[in-house]
């Protein structure tokens, strides 16, 4: 069993940066691949970006390419996303999740989440 613990989001305006943190708890965190999702209001969740388990290898969605930064601590058990370049459309709750295998955008793929933190991008 792995626990997840998101921390991190606030409000934050329109051209700003952000970084969240997802802590783990459990079982071996370098183990397991990581990612981070995120849902708007009225929205599937979506996938942002994932990192393997040495941080050698990482996976963005279109949507962050350019402007979010994901990496990890083994050390620490901690997973980041650094998020520059804040749009309105940034807004959701983000989500960690951890997996065993392959990095991958499918929610499905991911056997733990945690709870979500709200980042809000105001204008």
């Known amino acids: 069993q792995v626990q997840l613990v998101e921390s991190g989001g606030t409000l934050v305006q329109a051209g700003g940066s952000l970084r969240v943190a997802c802590a783990t708890s459990?079982?071996?965190?370098?183990?397991?691949?990581m990612a981070w999702f995120r849902q708007a209001p009225g929205k599937e969740r979506e996938f942002v970006a994932a990192?393997?388990?040495?941080?050698?290898?990482?996976y963005y969605a279109d949507s962050a390419k350019g402007r979010f930064a994901i990496s990890r601590d083994n050390a620490k058990n901690t997973v980041y996303l650094q998020m520059n370049s804040l749009k309105c459309e940034d807004t959701a709750v983000y989500y960690c999740a951890a997996s065993i295998g392959i990095l991958s955008d499918k929610p499905g793929n991911y056997m733990y989440w945690g709870q979500g933190t709200q980042v809000t991008v105001s204008s």
């Open positions: 459990g079982r071996t965190f370098s183990y397991y691949a």
């Open positions: 990192i393997n388990w040495s941080g050698g290898n990482t």
